[in-house]
């Protein structure tokens, strides 16, 4: 098994070691750190008490950095060519960032910057609606401050739908001291000025509003729109002047744009150190931290401590009920597959490892759910050169691991069942053939040459085996669960439950298959072998169901067991789940024939050649592409979701603590260490 035995250390120094402690510690990078800021005071004096160290400024600072990085970005795009890979930097000359003024002063300037440019582009926004308001009151032949005024008459204006038109007219014949002026006609509705009379004001907006008015609200305006209108633009203009030299000052700024990643980078190494110097304690004179840390790496972090002076190292006993924390390491082939582990849960200490029993079964899975070779060189090139380009940028290459090995996979399973860019079967060469119709031999009653009636590579003899394959991984965790009860000190309960199962299904899934799928060709139905498997299989489920209700008391035991006999059932249904992958591999094939007939069809039928064969083209590297990419993606999540449901649901607990070792990963730059180890 690949999970690592840890020990538990306590280390103490001085406390005007602190920094220089935690710095070794943290470019170490295989320490996880155990959180004291809760624990009572250590010793009957209580002399050491939990760090306290503010981090809310420097976290502050950090995030104007980066807004200040994303503003001149994204304001000199297209001036400033972007950066390519990570620069390599020494710890000391990314730290030496913090002390340099002007950068700091600079990182502040555009810190500013970016602020003004905002502020500027809200009242831009604001003046712009400020004219368009404006633009449509344009005909408005008075001062806007005549409309708050009050006398004999008073005025006003707003909008009123055009079918109101002749009841507007009707209403001034019957009011002589009203005037009704319509500034301008839309398809809608009309813009109007009203001059009424002081007594007949308020019943003629009453009457105005029953035909659908709605009186318009200037608010504190004063003087003409024309003359609101040029003010407006006046404004506009100064702030599109304002911005273009902020503009400028921006470009200007953002010649130093890989200067102010690498600060943003420091400042976020000194924050995560301030962070862990808060999860100790100390007192005037001692600082001390409690952690985790593989065994194995014990001796070489004591010696890397010894080189800042006296640090005392003490492994010290878990306390009762604390849970250590579960770190993993995998050989290279199944490394990637640690991405999907992660995903579902850390295993506890007495889980076994899933990560390489997962990983054959998941690539192979994926192989089948991709189901064409072609595809599968295409993903495995693709895959590889993501992969370096990972490398070189000092990232995680574990996704393109895992889709390289999965489009080999693809490679040897389109192979066997003659997947080739959705090319019909029958067309294939003889040599191409051979090995799907030896795939296809392995299940009884499958005749050589005769592919199924649609020509697809993928047959009903490979749904079959796609069962197959799950009952065989369902059936390694049982055998698993089998070996971690075994260890667990459970030996004779765990060889009577877990015999129950594979007795059952052992009977239940060759006597199913060959009743039901293969039409009795596996063996005689009415032979001495039929009965020796419904016999495996009542075996079977008398010993789950007396091993289910045997820690039930009266009545209790039939109900447990005849609720644990009906595991089987759900046995049955987690084989049937693996048929998702024919399913995929099935769909995956049609869409491939079907992206080659509609190539075909332009080609032959367009009736221009050199266009037709151009988007035949088209539609031949489009189609397989985003064929290729949904298969991809298909397979990741069903391959997952078979794993984490069917296959760990036999034997695996999933609740451990995962192991998070103090270690600062820069987002910009890549920090050349002591010690480059992945975790």
Known sequence: MSLDDVS???VVCHSHRRDQLLAAVESFGRVHLIDLSEMEEEGSDGYLTPSSLSTEELAEEISSLDKAIRFLLDE???????????????????????????????????????????????????????????????DLP????????????????????????????????????????????????????????????????????????????FGSRSGTVEENLQEVRREKELIRSRMDALHSRAVKLAARLDSFRRLSDAACLVLERMKASNSSVSSDSVYLFRAWIRTSDLDEFRSKLRRIGEVDIETVEPEEGETPPSPLTEKPAAEPYR?????????????????????????????????????????????????????????????????????????????????WFGIPFHRLPAFLQA???????????????????????????????????????????????????????EKFAAVIDQSGWLLATAGLFPWLFNHYLLNGSLYDVNGPLDRIFIYMLAAGAVLIFVMGGREARGFGKVGLGAYATYGIVNLLGDVLSY????????????????INQMAGMLMNQLGIPVVGLLLAM??????????????????????ARLQFVEFFGKFYDGTGVPFRPFRYEPRYVHIERDNQQAL
């Open 579 to 594: 048929s998702r992958l024919f399913a995929l591999a099935l769909s995956s094939a049609i869409i491939a024939q079907v």
């Open 618 to 639: 088209l539609v031949v590297v489009g189609g397989h592409a985003f064929n290729l990419a949904m298969a991809a993606l298909s397979g990741f999540i069903h391959t």
């Open 142 to 217: 008075v001062p806007l401050q005549d409309l708050r005024r009050k006398g004999d008459y008073r005025i006003t204006a707003g909008s009123i739908p055009r079918e109101a038109s002749g009841e507007m007219n009707e209403l001034m014949d019957r009011e002589p001291l009203l005037h009704i002026e319509v500034l301008q006609r839309g398809r809608r509705s009309m813009r109007i000025m009203t001059v009424a009379h002081t007594e007949s004001f308020e019943d003629t907006l009453q009457s105005l509003g029953e035909m659908g008015f709605t009186q318009q609200d």
């Open 8 to 10: 538990k250390i306590e």
């Open 435 to 489: 090995p799907a119709d030896l795939l296809n031999s392995l299940v009884p009653g499958y005749q050589p040459g005769q592919p199924d009636q649609e020509g697809f590579a993928v047959s009903k003899q490979f749904l079959y085996l796609t069962l197959a394959l799950g009952l065989l991984q369902l059936t390694a965790g049982i055998v698993v669960n089998l070996v971690k009860r075994w260890r667990a000190g």
């Open 76 to 138: 000199t795009a297209l001036e400033i060519p972007p950066a390519s890979d990570q620069p390599v930097v020494t710890e000391e000359e990314l730290l030496a960032l913090i002390e340099d003024r002007e950068l700091l002063e600079d990182a502040r300037r555009a810190w500013f910057v970016a602020v003004q440019k905002a502020k500027l582009e809200g009242a831009e926004k604001e003046l712009a609606q400020e004219e368009d308001f404006l633009e449509k009151w344009t």
């Open 339 to 419: 991405m999907l582990t992660d995903m579902y849960g850390q295993p506890t200490r007495s889980d076994p490892d899933p990560t390489p029993l997962m990983a054959p079964f998941y690539a192979l899975f994926f192989g089948i759910c991709i189901g064409d070779a072609g595809y599968g060189i295409a993903l495995a090139l693709g895959s590889a050169l993501g992969w370096y380009i990972v490398r070189r940028r000092h990232g995680n290459p574990r996704l393109f691991q895992l889709l390289f090995q999965g489009g080999v996979a693809s490679v040897l399973v389109g192979i066997f069942l003659g997947g």
